[in-house]
DNA sequence: CTGAAAGCGCTTACAG
DNA sequence: CTGAAAGCGCTTACAG
């Protein structure tokens, strides 16, 4: 910059008003400006910019993921990415594979390259952290996981009541012995769609069976062992309810392994590419990552404009995203031989009528 | 840093060889400074440091991808991070959306914010911009298209020859008319994918019918339209080789509609989620986008080190990651009357032996 | 409207 | 081994 000053013939000060755009300097000196900088091949530091800038902003926001190139994840990204280039902001990601510590490491790593803002997945296990970074300034927004860190604002979906009704309509079409597959109980979603699961069983009258439930399973090969191993004991299910994608995908494998997917009933909670090609089409819970990552930027976004004004005192948020279920097939799929105490599910024509 | 070396009763220089971690620093002191963090919450001000650093070095680098969103961006995205967070180095991810405007926005943003290299899968239309960074002593890395700029590392996987090989096999099991799905032709993948399909065809001594190739489609609606109207005409193709995994995509989605999954042989370039649990399982040429990730950040990183060391004097290299097929069922597909021409293909017994 | 000077938070020769 | 001082590339009151 101080070579362009002088090329151009003009202060210091000049070039930096030319550079940020500023209003009310000479034409004649923007254009020498312009030239200088085009000469000399110039290029605008940032980061020396924004150290010395009054309000501090580097125009840059941390995204704390799971994995980036998970599905859920990748799509928040995106989502959050476009939200924030309109607004000239960049944003970072980073995958934290729910270990609290790289999470940890993570919120350290973008705080110290002092980005204006932090969007998380939390683990829920590093959350002191977070609590810390918030309290010395940084605006946060929570995703995918309630968390309850003060001046922290949430974006969540509503799990254990869309897993609830999932669950209930499986009881309607006569499904009495429904199996669970759930993710790591370390996860707040994991545990609020079991309290879904959970409350559909007490609404409905039926008891949960233990047998029934594997928790705390967190990827697709251990998923596809759980199926396995509940299809083939004494009293198998007639349904499936698999909480995550990863899991989903593999009670398909398994469903199709022993060729019990036409058979078997299958929910699965959180859509993933190609669940409507299979056969039959999987049946989903679907979250909107895209419209999630948008309320979550602009909740950020609005936090980081108060703290310019200072007037940082809206109290923490708590967005609910809609939700869906999309019913494709395999989780309409009723039990075979319809249970005696609920006649009205033979009427639909489905085996015999004895 | 002030205020923890105030508290601390030191000198400056030694509190910021306590938090570099500098050899030979009296312990009490090192006691005293930590402690004096802690109690101020003192966060180090990366931005601060690389800006006053010897080697100005950011512990960061960009990465130009085509989606942050897309399968194989998402996986190369995570290979690269994992590699640099072994060294301790960030990445900084973006989107280009195939737009030479936004690539060249990207790496603009990234230059400016003093990253220590860059790994950007080129849309080949903003190679000027990347050749001036490049120019400036930004190492740079190009993946997946390759680019022809002075110092530029190249990561590719071998396109012709691998799209040739798919198409004879094709042509080996009976086929003499194979459609064809292409990526937009700015995309140098597309056209070196192009270029094998019209080989496979010089050697096996076809003649190209353009009645049967459709270029310059960029997703899967586009390509289930471009299916359906080459099934729908006069002379239809009996197998299809899609160019990339959204078109394989749209294409399968064609094929289910038109019940034409089981007849018309299909193989795809790139692997895609859940490609082997549809049926037939969809038979591709994989990349390994996580081997491809690791060797461009080893590029990138030899070329940051080398840099150090003021010998940044290696000529641009090349590699050629592998890539295999992987037969799978679609592309096993044997033609449904068996051409005249070669009663060979009979003896496998398909169809009946007149 | 423009420029000289101070200073953002840090690192690094340079003396001691 | 330790500290005072200079300075990285920029922005911003402050005078002119």
Redesign the interface.
């Known amino acids: 910059m101080k070579d362009v000053a002088t090329l151009a013939g003009v202060g210091l000060a000049t070039v930096s008003r030319v550079v940020n755009g500023t209003a009310n300097v000479n034409p004649d000196l923007v254009r020498r400006v312009t030239e200088a900088s085009l000469k000399l091949?110039y290029?605008?530091?940032?980061?020396?910019s924004?150290?010395r800038r009054a309000d501090r902003k580097?125009q840059?926001i941390g995204l704390v993921l799971e994995?980036?190139?998970?599905?859920y994840s990748?799509?928040l990204?995106?989502s959050v990415?476009e939200a924030c280039r309109l607004r000239g902001i960049?944003v970072?990601?980073?995958?934290s594979d729910e270990d609290p510590g790289r999470e940890h490491e993570l919120v350290?790593?973008f705080?110290?390259?002092?980005v204006d803002g932090l969007i998380v997945v939390p683990t829920g296990r590093a959350d002191e952290e977070i609590a810390?970074v918030r309290?010395?300034g940084t605006p946060i927004v929570c995703v995918d996981r309630l968390v309850d860190i003060p001046d922290v604002d949430n974006v969540t979906v509503d799990n254990s009541g869309s897993t609830c009704e999932a669950v209930l309509s499986l009881i309607a079409l006569g499904h009495r012995r429904i199996g669970y597959l759930g993710d790591l109980d370390t996860i707040w979603t994991a545990r609020r769609r079991y309290a879904g699961y959970s409350e559909a069983h007490a609404r409905a009258g039926l008891p949960l069976d233990t047998r029934l439930i594997r928790r705390d399973i967190h990827d697709s090969e251990a998923a596809e062992q759980a199926v396995s191993e509940l299809l083939t004991s004494a009293e198998p299910p007639t349904a499936l309810f698999t909480a995550q994608n990863l899991l989903t995908?593999g009670a398909?494998?398994a469903l199709?392994g022993m060729g019990a997917h036409r058979r078997i009933a299958l929910i699965g909670f959180d859509d993933?590419?190609?669940a409507d090609?299979?056969?039959p089409a999987v049946s989903v819970i679907a979250q909107d990552p895209a419209a999630i990552g948008v309320a979550a930027a602009h909740l950020l976004l609005e936090r980081i404009d108060d703290h310019d004004h200072d007037h940082d005192h809206r109290p923490a948020r708590h967005e609910i995203v809609p939700i869906r279920y999309l019913p494709r097939g395999s989780g309409e799929i009723e039990p075979e031989r319809p249970a005696s105490a609920s006649p009205a599910v033979v009427s639909r024509g489905q085996g015999p009528s004895s």
């Open positions: 091949g290029r605008h530091d940032l980061t020396a924004s150290l580097t840059t994995d980036v190139a998970n599905p990748s799509l990204h995106r990415e960049l970072i990601a980073g995958s350290q790593t705080t110290q390259r002092r810390r309290r010395s995908i398909v494998c199709r993933f590419p190609l090609l299979l056969e």
